[in-house]
């Protein structure tokens, strides 16, 4: 039997503009994924609600532990360090055209969806984090983006 899971989370945002090479939100823990501790899983999936429709590039890093050792600070650049690389699993890219407002008409937020990533996490007591790095110049206010990683355990 596969088990699927979803979690959502609300990063943390300032009022600082971003420029390319900036953080968004600082470290993206996730935490604890339910029914899967103990089991290696895959992400499948993620999808993100922007409410102030910036449709930015940007990039989403996957982690089997938490990125420790650089400098992850939102609405500054990233500084990785030397033993993170190691925790990578996995680099998402999407572009501003990427983006949709919908409904067409009227849309209240932009979103986005990347599909089958098969990002597979080895048993790491089933946690997941993340990191989002900016390409390009935007602003944001708190609560503008949620973002949802769907998968599945293996």
């Known amino acids: 039997m596969i088990n699927g899971f979803s979690t959502t989370l609300t990063p943390t945002v300032g009022t600082a503009a971003y420029i390319a090479g900036d953080g968004i939100g600082g470290i993206l823990d996730f935490g604890a994924i339910n029914g899967l501790v103990g089991d290696s899983f895959a992400v499948d999936s993620i999808y993100i609600s922007d409410k102030s429709k910036t449709k930015p590039a ?44 919908l409904p067409r008409v009227s849309a209240t937020a932009s979103r986005v969806n990347v599909n089958d990533l098969n990002l597979v996490f080895a048993e790491t007591g089933a946690k997941l984090y993340a990191l989002i790095h900016s390409d390009s110049g935007f602003s944001l206010t708190a609560g503008d983006w949620t973002v949802t990683v769907a998968g599945r355990q293996l």
Request: charged share 15%; no cysteine.
């Open 58 to 101: 940007i990039f989403i890093e996957f982690f089997k532990a938490t990125p420790v050792s650089g400098t992850y600070t939102d609405s500054s650049p990233l500084v990785y360090g030397s033993t993170d690389h190691a925790n990578s699993v996995g680099l998402v890219s999407i572009l501003s055209a990427d983006w949709l407002d």
